[in-house]
Every structure is written in structure tokens, then in C-alpha cells.
């Protein structure tokens, strides 16, 4: 039994690694580094692009479940990333560059995989998965559209600078995490009013790097927002978003401060760290003006600019079943952000399905659809539903589930909430067989 996989990034990964270890053969496809996307730097396979954050990792927020629901369906990539993380508080960070290469390597030595670096054009007419990914490239684009019979949506997705650390002023910027939780995954860089109120002038008069102009309409996806479009709502909304200073005391003044720029680990030799939330499509010359007037990155090296890129993804409420599988074509199924599941995790935990479900396909069995009472069962049948008329990009939350009763005493207990929404889809998964 054969399957093709296209794409070798993190949804097609992970289903080309859960195909092999049901003893299907795979040839998976990736274009880069021979055709670039405009935003991966190599070519290896499940490389991360705009942050290096899988989010939350408790299991009382949703996309802490959703890992731990990956940890109980035998997902691959969720091991791999737990092996290379980094200190980032109560989330999942990896090393992007040893996560990567880690996942290549077993993609490499798995004697049921044969990776070819090619560029696939169209559809193909053999057993498919295809997780080509927001940044799918035009003649791919273009079959999928004919095929599906109605045009994509889009979204545009934003990347966040990276410094490096030993260029960061730690007679300024400190060391904590909010509330002070744990060992300080986190280095802050503190503002007062007044340095606010210059950050926040040069941020929201910097020229923008020009749209093309198919990009002209553009639409921002509300979680991932360019740190210049959240200025233009409001002088103080960068205060009540990532820049935050609540839980932020720093230790040498015990005074919290007016705003406060946080910077996240990068990778795991801690010499690399990207700034959190500052995604941004200012030119560059705008965006080194405004990183070096955040107190304590005065003189910060910065290694990579922030870039803003346009991301795809099929109109899934019309096109797949909860399975993942099409509905007008039995062997052909989509994984990943091109099916409109948005965040690094939930691309990771579609791949999982469609890989699981494809075997089972091939294998004459019956396709797995999860329940609405866990995260993927409840993602899955979102992105799936047919009622949807405008159909938008979606990641974990809570709100997406089939509810819970709560005695009338306890229905505004969030805590307790979360940990019987998470003891359930526990308990439905541990159960079965996949």
C-alpha cells in the first residue's frame, strides 16, 4: 500500500511519519529549498516560521489539551518538540533549528519514507494527503481551486523579529515571568510613560512595506495581528495586549511599569530570543528604529526583520468531512493551515489525523472522526461544518467544545471548568484504539 504526501512541513510530517509506522509506503514531497516560499529559510522539513511557540502546555487551557490529546493518539512531532523545548514559562518552545533537523532525521531513516525535493504541480491521481501548507505555491494554488470548485480565502500572517541576546542592556531589561511562575523564561524590557508615548509615535507613523496589489484586501487573523495594526486601534491597546505590564515587577525597583516589551527564548543555546507579539510589516530601516527605542535594545543585533506574507487556506466547510478526507474524492484528504486549522499546534494534530485516517483508508477499516468533546474532535468539525457562510482560520479554544454542566454554584469557576472539559476528552481517548 502506497500514499503520496504533499508537503514536509509540520502537518505533512507528522502524516507521513503516522502512515509509515502503519506499514503504508510514502513518498513525500517538499519544494524547498529548490522553490522558495518567501518565508522558510531552509529546507528542512517542519520548519518553524513566525514564532517558535507551540503555546500554552497545561492541559486546563485548550491548547494544552490538544497536546496532551496528540500525546494519547501517538503523534510524533509532539515528542520530538517536547525533546527539544525551551524554558518559556507555562508554554511549549522549541529549539526551531534542533526540532527541525531532529524530524528530518527521522523522517530520513524511516525505510517506508522516500523524501524528494520536488515542486508538485497538480493533484495527484494516486491515494493523497495534501498539506502544502498557507504559503502553497501558485500552480498547486491553482489546482486545488479547479478542483474544489470555488475560490480560497486568505488571511496574512505576520513574523516577528529575532535578536540576539548578549546585545540586550541588562542594566535595563530583567529577567521573570509574569507573577514570577517559575524559572525566568522570559527577559522584559520595561517602559515608562513617556518612553511608551515615543515607541508609540515612531510605531504608528514608520512606513509599511507596500501590498502587492492581490493583497490590497487584506485580512489579518485576530491572534497573530501586526504589533502596527493593533496601534491603530488605540494608544493604549498595545498596554492591554503584549505589552502588558501586569505580574511584571521588576525585582532591582518593585514597581510595576507602564508598558513592558517581552522577549521569548529561541533557541536552545539561549543565544537567540524573538519579541513577543511584535509581529510587523514595517520596512526594515522603521522596524531597527523602533526595536532600539525600547529601553534595554538601545544596541540590539537584530538577526532577523519581520516580514508579513499572505496565507491560504481551502474553504474546508464546503470541501472535507470531520475525517479530513474530501467528500467528492474518497482517497484524497488535506491537512494542516491550508484546510483553515491556524497555529503550529493544530497543524501538527490535523497531519496526525489525516495520517491515521488515510491508513485506515487504505487499509479498508473505518475513518476515525473524533467527538466535539475533545479539542480535535471540536476543530475538526468546525473547520468541517457546512452551515458556515463565511468561513474564517481558527486554533484550540475552549469555546469550540460541546459543553458541561456545572452546578449553578460552580458556572463561573474557569479553573474547574477546564479540568472537567480536560478529564473528559482524557478519558474518551485513553479508551480507544487508533
Known sequence: MEATVIGAGLAGSEAALQLAKRGIKVKLYEMRPEVSTGAH?????????????LGAADTTNASGLLKKEMELLGGELIKIALENSVPAGNALAIDREGFSKKVTEKILENPNITLIKEEIKKLPPMPAIIASGPLTSANLAEDIKKFTNSEHLYFFDAIAPIIEAESINFDIAFRLNRY???????????MNKEQYEKFYEILTTAPRIELKEFEKNAKFFESCL????????GKDTLRFGPMKPVGLVDPRTEEENYAVVQLRQDNAAKTLYNIVGFQTNLKWGSQKELIHSI???????????GVMHRNTFIN??????????????????FAGQLTGTEGYTESIASGLLAGINMARFLK????LTLPKTTILGALTHYITNPEHDKFQPINSNWGILDKIELPKKERKNK??????????SVEYLSQISV
Open 364 to 367: 479498508g477499516e473505518e475513518l
Open 41 to 53: 529559510k531552509t529546507g528542512d522539513c517542519a520548519e518553524f516560521v513566525c514564532s517558535n511557540s
Open 226 to 233: 501586526p504589533v502596527e495594526v493593533l496601534a491603530s486601534r
Open 180 to 190: 514570577d511562575k517559575g524559572e525566568a523564561a522570559y527577559i522584559n524590557c520595561p
Open 415 to 424: 479553573k474547574l471548568k477546564a479540568e472537567l472539559l480536560a478529564k473528559r
Open 295 to 305: 529601553p534595554g535594545l538601545e544596541n540590539a543585533s537584530i538577526v532577523r526583520y
Open 316 to 333: 474546508s466547510p464546503k470541501i472535507l468531512n470531520p475525517t479530513l478526507q474530501t467528500r467528492t474524492r474518497q482517497d484524497l484528504f
